[in-house]
């Protein structure tokens, strides 16, 4: 344990040893948060709601997403280096070190500059919260916390899947970025607007509505059952199939670098 | 000059050949394009339904633009992956470019438009294809008359020039800055926005909006999507081409003075 906190001060240091680069960086973080929500502020200078959702309710959505999503890329955003790895041959490096994979990969590629879309979200969070009618409780402050924390994890696995997928292609895939970053846009409404078929889809296959949509119906006041407060718990079920395709790749893996 | 442009074209060929090896990429390239239209679109739909009379695009319109957006998102964006030149600026291997009889601003101009260029026709273009297939409230509407169309193209030949003449002002400026990466997420964010590529301009309240169109972003995508999408036509559009070809003289000639200064004392690093 003691070998991964050193990864992670040397990492951190190491960041902050270019100040200009790493504060603009953030910077950069922290605008392109930004023009999303004047994308959003924009469109609701002109209307009163999507469907029947009002300004601030989808500012709470957005702000979600977002917290979630940088969380869940400061951890896991470096495992995008694996398809680099794999095909350079450094994999064989890391495999025959007697420690764990996933903590010697994930370590030294922390991207600390995504605290600026951290903040970035803190700050429309502020401005969600009061526009947003939510009458808050303590349980709701709870499920709240929860969305966030679960959603991280969330976006922690896609990463790691995207990752995952790589030990079978050796390149990485376009196309799954739609998941990723594609969530982290789309995610600004809540995602039963977009439809039954994709609420469906990120219910059962990709489990972003479980930490957005459902507790928020739940914060609204509109739902109370039980399952709609536990949805963000339930959402942690994708854990299993993301380690499982991980770990079967793992097994599979063929060096293929020199 | 006509050896020189020889050298130009071939570059561009050699670009066009690389870009087509792989296919796997480009099929992933245009399922990500085609499901990213899709999903916004289902947005605007969402926001169409419940407000869509205060909105001053209709929603064919809007699709239209969403659909266009993505078929040349590769074309118009000053960050792409121009990892030879990143890569020759930050490594110091420019002192070689700079040895070579060819000039950098044209030579840095050719590869970076090559790039976008080649990767477009392969991975982008497609997607303006299946816009046309889809069913009817998502089917991406052609611009109306010939005319129309003339207009478009030449709007987005005059935006292409505009994006890589920026792109080439921010190479410039890599020759001051250590930090790559910053700089290009600062640059990629503003120029997206500020020309429509996360909402249309049209969007924008008044006053923001007025200020947006005097900014030589304006002349990049947003000038060709909305000539495509209609709502600019007419004597409009050929206002708006005088506009771009404006943007892009100014651009080009404040790029090329800016390189020269800057190659005049650069500073390699590496050994």
């Known amino acids: 344990m003691k070998l991964y906190w050193n990864y992670f001060i040397m990492?951190?240091?190491?960041?902050?040893?270019?100040?200009?680069?790493?504060?603009?960086?953030?910077?950069?973080?922290?605008?392109?948060?930004?023009?999303?929500?004047?994308?959003?502020?924009?469109?609701?200078?002109?209307?009163d709601g999507v469907d029947d959702f009002t300004y601030g309710?989808?500012?709470?959505?957005?702000?979600?997403?977002?917290?979630?999503?940088?969380?869940?890329?400061?951890?896991?955003?470096?495992?995008?280096?694996?398809?680099?790895?794999?095909?350079?041959?450094?994999?064989?490096?890391?495999?025959?070190?007697?420690?764990?994979?996933?903590?010697?990969?994930?370590?030294?590629?922390?991207?600390?500059?995504?605290?600026?879309?951290?903040?970035?979200?803190?700050?429309?969070?502020?401005?969600?919260?009061?526009?947003?009618?939510?009458?808050?409780?303590?349980?709701?402050?709870?499920?709240?916390?929860?969305?966030?924390?679960?959603?991280?994890?969330?976006?922690?696995?896609?990463?790691?899947?995207?990752?995952?997928?790589?030990?079978?292609?050796?390149?990485?895939?376009?196309?799954?970025?739609?998941?990723?970053?594609?969530?982290?846009?789309f995610g600004k409404y809540p995602f039963s607007v977009y439809g039954e078929s994709i609420l469906m889809f990120l219910t059962f296959v990709i489990p972003l509505a479980l930490i957005q949509y459902y507790p928020l119906l739940y914060l609204l006041d509109r739902q109370n059952g039980i399952l709609y407060?536990?949805?963000?718990?339930?959402?942690?079920?994708?854990?299993?199939?993301?380690?499982?395709?991980?770990?079967i790749g793992l097994s599979n893996y063929k060096s293929s670098g020199s | 000059m006509r050896a020189e442009l020889?050298?130009?074209?071939?570059?561009?060929?050699?670009?066009?050949?690389?870009?087509l090896q792989y296919r796997a990429v480009v099929l992933g390239a245009v399922l990500k394009g085609f499901l990213w239209a899709m999903m916004e679109i289902l947005g605007y739909l969402a926001i169409y339904r419940t407000g869509g009379d205060s909105l001053p695009m209709d929603f064919s319109s809007t699709v239209s633009y969403v659909w266009a957006h993505q078929s040349f998102i590769v074309l118009f964006s000053v960050v792409f992956a121009d990892s030879e030149i990143y890569s020759s600026i930050r490594t110091g291997a420019v002192v070689y470019d700079l040895a070579r009889p060819v000039g950098l601003y044209g030579r840095w101009f050719c590869q970076s438009a090559s790039n976008r260029f080649s990767f477009s026709l392969v991975n982008c273009l497609p997607v303006l294809i299946l816009g046309i297939l889809m069913p009817a409230p998502f089917r991406l509407v052609l611009p109306a008359s010939?005319?129309?169309?003339?207009?478009?193209?030449?709007?987005?030949?005059?935006?292409?020039?505009?994006?890589?003449?920026?792109?080439?002002?921010?190479?410039?400026?890599?020759?001051?800055?250590?930090s790559q990466r910053g700089i290009r997420i600062i640059v990629r964010?503003?120029?997206?926005?500020?020309?429509?590529?996360?909402?249309?301009?049209?969007?924008?309240?008044?006053?923001?909006?007025?200020?947006?169109?005097?900014?030589?972003?304006?002349?990049?995508q947003n000038m060709p999507l909305q000539i495509f999408c209609g709502t600019i036509s007419g004597a409009d559009a050929v206002k708006g081409i005088m506009f771009q070809l404006f943007w892009l003289c100014i651009l080009i000639l404040a790029g090329w003075a800016a390189m020269g200064q800057a190659t005049r004392k650069v500073v390699a690093f590496g050994g």
Not at chain 1, 72 to 88: S, W
Not at chain 1, 229 to 247: G, H, R, T
Not at chain 2, 192 to 216: K, N, W
Request: net charge positive.
């Open chain 1, 57 to 185: 309710q989808v500012l709470l959505c957005f702000s979600v997403i977002m917290m979630s999503f940088a969380i869940g890329e400061m951890i896991g955003g470096g495992l995008a280096v694996f398809p680099d790895l794999l095909r350079e041959g450094s994999m064989d490096r890391i495999l025959v070190r007697p420690r764990s994979i996933l903590l010697q990969i994930i370590m030294p590629n922390m991207d600390f500059s995504r605290l600026g879309l951290l903040a970035q979200a803190a700050i429309v969070l502020g401005i969600a919260i009061p526009a947003s009618s939510v009458v808050w409780t303590w349980q709701k402050v709870v499920v709240f916390i929860l969305m966030i924390l679960c959603g991280s994890v969330i976006f922690f696995c896609l990463f790691l899947l995207v990752a995952s997928i790589s030990f079978f292609t050796l390149q990485s895939l376009d196309f799954m970025d739609i998941f990723t970053y594609g969530m982290r846009d």
């Open chain 2, 6 to 19: 020889n050298v130009y074209f071939s570059m561009f060929r050699i670009r066009f050949n690389h870009n």
């Open chain 2, 189 to 220: 964010i503003t120029t997206s926005f500020f020309s429509g590529g996360v909402i249309p301009l049209l969007f924008f309240p008044g006053p923001v909006r007025r200020i947006a169109e005097c900014l030589p972003f304006a002349a990049m």
């Open chain 1, 11 to 47: 990492e951190l240091k190491s960041q902050m040893q270019y100040k200009a680069s790493f504060l603009l960086t953030m910077i950069g973080q922290f605008l392109t948060a930004f023009t999303t929500f004047f994308g959003i502020q924009f469109l609701f200078d002109r209307i």
């Open chain 2, 146 to 178: 010939a005319l129309q169309l003339l207009l478009f193209l030449v709007s987005t030949l005059l935006a292409f020039g505009v994006t890589v003449a920026i792109a080439m002002l921010m190479y410039v400026s890599l020759f001051y800055f250590i």
């Open chain 1, 229 to 247: 407060i536990l949805s963000p718990v339930l959402s942690l079920f994708f854990v299993i199939p993301s380690v499982l395709l991980y770990k």
